[in-house]
């Protein structure tokens, strides 16, 4: 039967689902892109403060699933949630751009209207990215083979929207002249209404389980008065400003993060573990969700510096003069999703060819952070013994990020297929939302260490000093390295506990 269900091609569904989730990412890695360059270039923040803040707002960003997928699976819908959180999203994005639009004539306003673009931002992914992320295994009957494919080629989609968002934001808004920032806010905020407005024409029409039946409408037993526009839009705004107080909080006044991260993932543990109509074999593979999800945060605090330390390198240190063109900084961040699109083909046929030899989830996870820990190691050798002021070229970023992209394609889609196919169905969303708590620690994790980029001065981090970009770079090759090696040991006990015939 499973090799019947392989010789199908993909519902339509996942067409709508990869569209939706493009012009979101579009509109997201297109304003990241450029997000460290504004801080420093207009609002004149230093790189630790404007390396830390990035770190809080991308974290807020992973931990607002958490909310967001809970509203969902007992309130909402997964469609409804969706469309709300593409709506407050893109009204980010205008808010930056009027935000943008003022900073010099008052600076005031436009570090409050800064702190409300980011909040909306975290507050509208909260309920998008948890809901469409856990519809797309949803399409497929349990065990087909096709379910890592078609995560595979969803994450296509991510990474189409990753590719374009950096380059169309970055032609218009990263030319040198920091009044053209806004220009980039805006465009990434009338993609972000494009998505939106795909979700609405095709979903009820091709978002469909194996059965034909319309997925993620409102849940069976849900009341009334959840779903009460009025009630909605206060929710809406009650929860936005929320994210808004969090951010500043964490930014300006106390740094709580690390804190509230630890307490959400202990909560969901314990609302899950105590839930006794789960029985030990769903334990057991929730537990192998939660030790995966622990390993993913070393990946992804490396990972992420693209944002940060790696684009103040792009911006100071590489040569990008071309002689006829100067390439935008805010273009490297461009390299990862075009790798993405080039090689994720190859990577979904590779798994479907090796057949019974396909690795374990848990051993393409530790592949992925073996291959990450070569970027950088690849990227150190490039700066070492090379002195202050003197720029390298282009190819050292670019290896870099092919190496990282092949990691993203052994760690990232197999994981939220692995979320997908252990979840027990109740927890479904909630799941996939412990999934992006990992990301959140992970990124409150990588602008702690952004913040660390010697950048002309000596830091340290538990001890290791770094004078250089080459003490920097060498830090990520060993915590991804020692990762992945405690992860190969552990694949056999984890696939046991997954308690399927292959993953």
């Not at 091709?206 to 009460?228: C, E, F, M, Q, R």
Request: hydrophobic share 50%; aromatic share 16%.
């Amino acid at each position: 039967m499973a090799d019947q269900l392989a010789q199908k091609g993909h519902p339509k569904g996942l067409w709508v689902l990869f569209g939706t989730e493009m012009w979101e990412r579009f509109n997201y890695y297109g304003m990241r892109a450029i997000l460290v360059l504004f801080m420093t270039k207009a609002l004149l923040f230093d790189k630790v403060f404007a390396s830390n803040l990035y770190g809080s707002y991308t974290s807020l960003v992973y931990l607002t699933p958490l909310i967001g997928g809970f509203i969902a699976d007992r309130y909402w819908g997964n469609q409804r949630s969706i469309i709300v959180g593409g709506i407050v999203m893109a009204l980010g994005e205008f808010v930056l751009f009027f935000c943008a639009s003022m900073y010099k004539s008052s600076p005031d306003l436009s570090a409050l209207l800064f702190f409300t673009g980011l909040g909306l931002m975290i507050a509208g992914n909260g309920f998008f990215k948890p809901n469409i992320s856990s519809l797309v295994g949803q399409m497929y009957p349990k065990g087909d083979r096709r379910i890592d494919p078609a995560y595979t080629i969803f994450y296509m989609g991510i990474n189409v929207g990753g590719a374009f968002g950096p380059i169309i934001c970055g032609l218009v808004g990263d030319t040198g002249n920091p009044e053209d920032f806004k220009w980039a806010f805006l465009v990434a905020g009338f993609a972000m209404l494009l998505s939106v407005v795909i979700q609405l024409a095709f979903h009820h029409k091709y978002v469909l389980d194996p059965t034909g039946k319309t997925l993620g409408l409102t849940p069976s037993g849900a009341h009334k008065s959840w779903i009460n526009p009025v009630f909605m839009v206060v929710g809406l705004a009650a929860f936005s400003s929320l994210a808004i107080g969090l951010l500043y909080l964490d930014a300006k006044v106390v740094p709580y993060l690390t804190y509230l991260l630890i307490a959400a993932t202990l909560f969901i543990a314990f609302v899950i573990f105590s839930d006794k109509t789960l029985n030990s074999t769903e334990k057991q593979r929730v537990t192998v969700i939660f030790i995966t999800a622990f390993f993913v945060i070393f990946f992804w605090s490396a990972f992420e510096q693209a944002g940060a330390s790696l684009t103040f390198f792009a911006e100071e240190q590489t040569q990008r003069n071309l002689g006829f063109f100067t390439v935008p900084t805010s273009w490297f961040q461009s390299l990862n999703s075009v790798f993405v699109v080039a090689f994720a083909p190859l990577f979904a046929w590779l798994w479907i060819k090796l057949g019974k030899y396909e690795p374990s989830s848990p051993t393409k996870m530790a592949i992925g952070l073996f291959l990450l820990a070569l970027g950088y190691l690849w990227i150190a050798f490039g700066v070492k013994d090379v002195g202050a002021g003197i720029k390298v070229s282009m190819i050292w970023l670019v290896g870099m990020y092919a190496l990282h992209t092949w990691g993203e394609l052994c760690l990232s889609p197999i994981g939220l297929s692995l979320v997908n196919k252990l979840a027990p169905f109740k927890y479904a969303s909630l799941l996939m939302a412990v999934w992006f708590l990992a990301n959140a620690a992970a990124n409150k994790l990588a602008g702690v260490l952004s913040a660390l980029y010697p950048d002309g001065k000596t830091t340290s981090f538990l001890g290791y000093e770094m004078s250089n970009n080459y003490d920097f770079f060498m830090l990520f090759v060993g915590m991804a390295g020692v990762a992945s090696l405690i992860l190969f040991s552990l694949t056999k006990k984890l696939q046991s506990m997954m308690h399927v015939d292959k993953e």
